[in-house]
């Protein structure tokens, strides 16, 4: 069966699978990646999280992982002011420290994203080069139960308003149900919507909400099916269900990756999202990265930390490097 | 600067109160040995850590006779439930000083801090734990009611595993109820002589376990003494032939865990990711000097290329060095004579048609080291294809369909090991069947466990430790007779007075019971064990 | 006027079949007054090796049996030896020259014994065999499986009862055999053989010998296919330097026993031929 489509498959799944994107071809390419043992995953994982990182290097890893972080508020209560609390403390996480490096992004849901853009004003732009972007959650974001007409207006009116990054979630119902044409029609279709008014698009971060899917058979599958359908980034979880980002889970992601860029040359970005709220634990996704995918992973277009508590536990630490005594909390603003 | 050099993380030697010399402990006590003391160095670095003392045939002599004295007067009438105590003190002793015999444990042996801290000092304080609960709970070991301890174990452990190997022998040992002469390995006896202060600290009896240093002439006399009962060796398996040879017709049981060339077996449907990771783990975990290691990879041709590739990306993250850096994954190869055998061996291979490969790792000027290794276009009558080479030196082989794997595996004098890596399940358990190895992992590898029975067919040995049958190696039935001893064997046990063996008297009259004994009235009642045998 | 007999040429038994000694040599069987019974085969050393061969020939398909139907195939033995009762007690009677009833006592215990092991076939496993509660996420699981090809020096003062005391038990598992039998008392033992041949069991399974077990038992011994060796009557031997011989390529030795009743009935007996093994699993729902 041939799937009915409004946009064109994505490149990378004809060049994968050919020129007819079937849901069995997709069926048949999805099924034959290699099973994952959950056991030996979480052992590989364990091991990556004993490694023992002191001085230059912890510094070193600090300012990298600040630099990484997409600062996130996605609450029903948040207001234009809470936002732009949130871009000042993107700009200037730390005022007693201005070495500190500023954050990546600044994640908001999509009505948010015009007082995101105000509020950086010329900070605002490539992370790559230093400046700030605006990631925009979008697609009925947590659960994506919305008609696809919706979750592509959702996208389309982010983008229009400005964000830079489209967090989309995919449709975990459809892909547990074996639907996985659907859910790779879906990604398709957003990555369409991405279409900024210039003719480039905004980067598109697949959420897969790894927590849903449960197995990792599911991950790598539906990590390899958001790659095929043309997303930029793989994200882990939306926050909002447990569990969320994992170590194992991340590094199934980053595996997968790898192997896409052996088969074909190109770099996915990965994002671990939710539930990584310490520095002992983000220098572990640090050092997951690095011995999986190499050092030239560790930029802000490739990896990302999905985090909002995360950003002041890695300022006391960067204090406590810097003065050689324990900060707290009082030391640290809230955002 | 590279964040994946990480930066130097020493563990600190601080813990360590180590003595510039160490005498043998022998009935409760440090003393002198009657040969040439020795230095234990640190194959990291070649510098001497401490000087030990080496037992002479009269020190051998004075230790099985307290070994003797403490099971007649002390352990054989102690409680189960008390014995069992004594070990739940060791075990608990053991964790309390977990850093500092970690930290000792690298040092001596040149094995990565991060081994020793999260493997082999936690497998240590669990084997005591586990042999612990079975002190008093012996007629459950599966040799019917009331089974009884065999006397004196005389113990030779080698320097892989130098404190766990300590553990797996004297943990059942004494819970069954014998008492021990242990010999550790001549390059890694620190922790064992650390092990004897917290003996001391554990208040065990006098004379329950001796600890004699030494080399291989030490080892030779101790297994050969009259006095001994029970004699459990693990290392070569050329040593072990010879131990046999030796103990022939002496009637002492005997365990032997000897080497093996494991066999890794990846199918093109296993979990590629975690194989790999298995592989490595299989043959580069203690530099390889495992006897379980998974030394012959055999991969299925259609994947041979992608599972080559991914080992050698993998293998370039490896870390090579210093074995106190908490970050090291690959240590110092133990002995200047080991580092010739695994390069002679490795030659060997090469010169036979073996490709080798090995990471552009550094590594440090001073020790013994040896890159991780791996040698493709390896041919099933290679040198290193059947010889154990114990190092970190993979060799490659394919196969084509699941029999053939089985037949490849099982092409070897050795039976120890076996590893298989496929995500179905009928034919991995299919397969564990067949293969000739006393422990298979599947989608796993080098897993130990106390309650689990380790140890090998054909030439890797006989007998196993872990688990009730590891109890079973040091319990003999409630009724069954002396072990056969040749006359030689008697007249050398009546010869060593002060450690004469009870059981002799137990011989003579289980013969003369069964000879009077009329042949029909015995087969009516067919129930009486009477086996005794080398093997479990 | 009486019927002149037909006395039976007694032969080897080896892979199923009843060939002479490859020597060519026999020895004089007797009653213990003297009497002549009969020729039986002297084996030499080639015949120990072609009984090896035989043997390791026929581990996969017997170890390989289910294990219920290695019980159904020993338990058919205790059958046919049940028909040739009679035949066994008179070759008792001739061979030990023992009463009637010593002689049937001897065949009604050899045929009960072979019943009782027959019977562990299926259950041995359970009760040598356990799961193990490893700490950590793994299916773990410890059975025990048969050695190899076992090779026996038969109790020598019995001439059944020994011999089946001696070989059921390393069948239970799935063992082959290869037996020197009692030197003065072969005869039972080629019956037994035939027993064998013509109940299911197959070819190679067990091997039987006779002659000089002196002779034999040194190269089966050092042979470094037999897996196992089993000495129970090898009390006269000079049996240290067999175990010595086997040390080379690491058999499991089992220890000679003295008096009629060796090799008495036991667990421990069927233990002595195994080998624990132990696999490791994966387990999760992820």
């Known amino acids: 069966m041939t799937l009915e489509r409004a946009v064109a498959p994505a490149q990378r799944a004809v060049d994968i699978l050919g020129g007819d994107v079937s849901e069995s071809a997709l069926k048949g390419y999805l099924e034959g990646l290699p099973g994952v043992d959950a056991v030996g995953l979480e052992q590989r994982a364990a091991g990556l999280g004993t490694r023992s990182i002191k001085t230059s290097s912890k510094a070193w890893a600090l300012d990298r992982i600040i630099e990484l972080i997409d600062l996130t508020t996605l609450e029903g209560a948040d207001t234009p002011g809470k936002v732009r609390s949130l871009v000042a403390k993107a700009l200037v996480p730390d005022a007693s420290d201005l070495t500190t490096p500023r954050v990546a992004a600044v994640c908001v849901y999509g009505d948010m994203v015009p007082h995101a853009v105000e509020a950086l004003g010329a900070a605002h732009g490539d992370p790559d080069q230093g400046l700030v972007s605006v990631a925009a959650v979008a697609t009925a974001f947590p659960s994506g139960r919305a008609s696809r007409a919706v979750k592509l207006a959702d996208t389309r009116d982010a983008v229009a308003a400005g964000a830079d990054e489209i967090d989309m979630v995919i449709d975990r119902g459809a892909f547990l149900s074996g639907r996985w044409g659907q859910v790779f029609d879906e990604i398709v279709a957003v990555k369409d919507a991405c279409r900024k008014a210039d003719g480039g698009y905004a980067h598109l971060k697949v959420i897969l909400e790894t927590g849903e899917l449960n197995t990792y058979d599911n991950v790598r599958r539906a990590s390899v099916l958001a790659i095929l359908a043309g997303g930029d980034f793989i994200k882990t979880s939306t926050g909002k269900v447990s569990p969320a980002a994992t170590l194992p889970v991340t590094l199934l992601m980053l595996e997968t990756v790898r192997d896409w860029h052996r088969w074909t040359g190109e770099k996915i970005g990965v994002k671990p999202a939710g539930g990584i709220r310490t520095s002992k634990d983000a220098i572990k996704y640090l050092v997951t990265v690095a011995e999986t995918l190499g050092e030239e992973w560790l930029v802000p277009h490739l990896f990302r930390y999905g985090a909002s508590s995360l950003l002041n536990d890695v300022l006391l630490q960067r204090q406590k490097l810097t003065t050689g005594r324990y900060s707290g909390p009082s030391y640290v603003t809230i955002d | 600067m590279s964040f994946l050099e990480y930066a130097p993380a020493p563990e600190s030697t601080s813990v360590l109160k180590l003595k510039d010399a160490y005498g043998l402990f022998i009935d409760g006590e440090f003393v002198g040995g009657g040969g040439a003391a020795f230095d234990t160095i640190s194959p990291a670095t070649g510098r001497r850590i401490a000087t030990v003392a080496t037992a002479d045939a009269g020190d051998i002599d004075r230790a099985v006779a307290a070994a003797r004295r403490a099971y007649d007067g002390t352990w054989s009438r102690l409680s189960g439930r008390d014995r069992g105590k004594y070990l739940f003190r060791i075990a608990r002793l053991v964790q309390e000083r977990a850093r500092e015999l970690a930290v000792a444990e690298s040092l001596d042996n040149g094995k990565p801090i991060k081994e020793t801290r999260d493997f082999d000092i936690p497998t240590v304080a669990a084997w005591f734990f586990y042999y612990a609960g079975w002190a008093d709970k012996l007629d459950h070991a599966g040799l019917g009611p009331a ?129 790999i990771e298995g592989i490595v783990n299989g043959i580069f975990f203690n530099q390889g000097q495992v006897c379980c290691a998974g030394s012959r990879l055999l991969v299925q041709e259609s994947v041979h290329d992608e599972v080559v590739e991914r080992l050698r990306e993998r293998m370039r993250t490896l870390r090579v060095g210093d074995p106190l850096d908490k970050n090291t994954d690959v240590g110092a190869i133990n002995s200047a004579e080991q580092l010739q055998r695994i390069t002679a061996l490795t030659e060997a291979g090469i010169a036979e048609g073996a490709e080798a490969w090995s990471p552009d790792c550094e590594l440090p000027s001073e020790g013994f080291w040896f890159r991780p290794t791996l040698l493709t276009n390896v041919a099933t009558s290679n040198t290193v294809a059947r010889d154990e080479i114990f190092g970190p030196v993979l060799s490659i082989l394919t196969f084509r369909t699941p029999a053939e794997a089985v037949a490849k595996a099982n092409n070897s004098p050795y039976g120890l090991s076996a590893g298989i890596w496929s995500e179905k399940g009928s034919r991995t358990l299919a397969l564990a069947d067949k293969l000739k190895a006393g422990v298979i992992w599947s989608n796993t590898f080098n897993k130990f466990d106390p309650a689990s029975p380790f140890g090998g067919y054909k030439e890797s040995g006989y007998g196993r430790e872990g688990g009730r049958q590891g109890i079973g190696a040091y319990l003999q039935a409630a009724d069954a007779p002396a072990p056969a001893r040749s006359q030689a064997a008697l007249d050398a046990a009546s010869g060593a007075t002060t450690t004469a063996r009870p059981a002799v008297k137990r011989a003579a009259k289980a013969v003369a019971k069964t000879v009077t004994k009329p042949a029909a009235k015995a087969a009516a009642k067919p129930a009486k064990t009477s086996t005794r045998k080398a093997a479990k | 006027m009486t019927r002149l007999t037909v006395p039976k040429t007694y032969k080897l038994y080896l892979g199923g079949k009843f060939p002479r000694s490859e020597s060519g040599r026999t020895y004089e069987v007797a009653t213990p007054a003297g009497e002549f019974l009969a020729n039986a085969s002297l084996a030499s050393r080639k015949d120990a090796r072609d009984a090896v061969v035989a043997a390791r020939g026929a581990t996969g398909g017997w170890a390989g049996a289910t294990a219920y139907n290695r019980g159904q195939v020993l338990y058919r033995v205790a059958e046919v030896l049940e028909g040739r009762h009679a035949q066994f007690v008179d070759e008792i009677v001739a061979q030990e020259g023992v009463s009637r009833a010593a002689a049937t006592a001897q065949v009604d215990e050899a045929i009960d014994r072979w019943v009782w092991y027959a019977g562990w076939c299926d259950k041995y496993a359970q009760v040598a065999g356990n799961a193990n509660p490893v700490a950590g996420p793994y299916f773990n699981i410890s059975a025990p499986e048969p050695t ?5 020096i038969a109790p020598q003062d019995s001439s059944l009862l020994g011999l089946v005391s001696a070989v059921a038990p390393a069948l239970v598992t799935g063992n082959t055999v290869v037996v020197v039998a009692s030197e003065r008392f072969p005869l039972s033992a080629i019956s037994l053989g035939e027993v064998l041949a013509t109940s299911d069991v197959p070819g190679g399974v067990v091997n039987v010998l006779t002659g000089s077990p002196a002779e034999i038992a040194p190269w089966l011994a050092s042979h470094q296919d037999v897996d196992a060796l089993d000495l129970v009557g090898a009390g006269e031997l000079d049996w240290p330097a067999l175990e010595q011989a086997a040390a080379e390529s690491v058999t499991r030795v089992s220890w000679p026993e003295q008096g009629p009743d060796a090799a008495t009935p036991s667990i421990e007996r069927i233990r002595a031929f195994t080998e624990t093994k132990t696999v490791w699993h994966t387990k999760s729902l992820l």
């Open chain 2, 147 to 275: 089974p009884r301890s065999l006397g004196v174990a005389a113990q030779v452990i080698p320097w892989n595993f130098p404190l766990m190997m300590l553990a797996w022998k004297i943990a059942p040992a004494l819970a069954a109820g014998n008492t021990v002469v242990i010999k550790p390995a001549e390059t890694t006896p620190l922790t064992a002589l650390i092990f004897a202060e917290i003996l001391q600290q554990a208040d065990l009896p006098a004379g329950v376990v001796n600890i004699v240093t030494g080399a291989g002439e030490t080892g030779a006399a101790l297994v050969a003494h009259p006095g001994v009962d029970k004699v459990a060796f693990t290392g070569s398996t050329a040593v072990g032939k010879r131990i046999a040879q030796t103990i022939a017709g002496q009637g002492k049981k005997l365990t032997l865990e000897l080497g093996g060339k494991g066999a890794n077996i990846v199918f093109d449907d296993a979990p590629l990711e975690q194989a």
């Open chain 3, 148 to 152: 190899g090809v076992v090779a026996v």
